[in-house]
């Protein structure tokens, strides 16, 4: 594997003196993308929110500061990122702020816990997809709603060759696995020149 695929592959699981560099590269270049994908939730104060695949914790930042009185949850597979983003929380970690180690396929919190639950990025990642949408839909509230923000990346790019486990998902097909998993009022926005985001909502 070659130093820009060994750097890249860091994506899906941070490790070591190169997964730190990539959670700091994370944490800065995915700021435009969170931000505008955030704007399309309606996010309201003092709501539970969960991010999947919370990296080094910047996107749990912005839930903070877009809901008062809030509780954000991040959960990662990584242990380099589920340190960074304590460390980047540190100041209300255990407070508003909660970051555990584990996998989108099996959520360890109850069911109807959520009024938000985010992923920036990661679905690339996760395992057995369906298994994963059906626990998040498991642990949302009614009304509760899943975005899901990423680059719309061809299947066959430069980025799936170069990072290893990679798996694309066209934003219409994500749209239709969420339907599946039993998401409602399921919309795909677009934003030039290549940011999408996929919402859907717990009936």
């Given at each position: 594997?070659?130093?820009?695929?060994?750097?890249?592959?860091?994506?899906?699981?941070?490790?070591?003196?190169?997964?730190?560099?990539?959670?700091?590269?994370?944490?800065?270049?995915?700021?435009?993308?969170?931000?505008?994908?955030?704007?399309?939730?309606?996010?309201?104060?003092?709501?539970?929110?969960?991010?999947i695949g919370c990296g080094g914790g910047a996107t749990i930042k912005r839930?903070?500061?877009?809901?008062?009185?809030?509780?954000?949850?991040?959960?990662?597979?990584?242990?380099?990122?589920?340190?960074?983003?304590?460390?980047?929380?540190?100041?209300?970690?255990?407070?508003?702020?909660?970051?555990?180690?584990?996998?989108?396929?099996?959520?360890?919190?109850?069911?109807?816990?959520?009024?938000?639950?985010?992923?920036?990025?990661?679905?690339?990642?996760?395992?057995?997809?369906?298994?994963?949408?059906?626990?998040?839909?498991?642990?949302?509230?009614?009304?509760?709603?899943?975005?899901?923000?990423?680059?719309?990346?061809?299947?066959?790019?430069?980025?799936?060759?170069?990072?290893?486990?990679?798996?694309?998902?066209?934003?219409?097909?994500?749209?239709?696995?969420?339907?599946?998993?039993?998401?409602?009022?399921?919309?795909?926005?677009?934003?030039?020149?290549?940011?999408?985001?996929?919402?859907?909502?717990?009936?």
């Open positions: 594997m070659g130093l820009l695929s060994k750097l890249f592959t860091n994506c899906a699981h941070p490790k070591g003196r190169m997964g730190k560099l990539m959670l700091q590269f994370m944490n800065t270049c995915h700021a435009p993308l969170t931000n505008w994908g955030l704007d399309l939730v309606n996010i309201e104060d003092r709501w539970t929110m969960l991010d839930l903070l500061k877009r809901s008062k009185d809030s509780h954000v949850y991040g959960i990662d597979i990584s242990e380099e990122s589920v340190a960074k983003a304590r460390k980047v929380n540190a100041d209300v970690l255990d407070k508003q702020v909660f970051v555990v180690q584990g996998t989108a396929d099996k959520l360890p919190y109850n069911d109807e816990h959520f009024n938000l639950v985010t992923a920036v990025e990661t679905v690339y990642f996760w395992q057995d997809l369906p298994k994963c949408f059906n626990e998040v839909h498991r642990v949302l509230k009614k009304g509760g709603r899943f975005a899901i923000m990423l680059e719309v990346v061809e299947t066959d790019s430069k980025w799936t060759n170069v990072v290893d486990g990679m798996v694309v998902y066209p934003p219409e097909e994500l749209k239709s696995m969420l339907e599946d998993a039993g998401f409602v009022d399921t919309e795909v926005h677009y934003k030039k020149p290549s940011y999408a985001t996929i919402i859907g909502t717990k009936n």
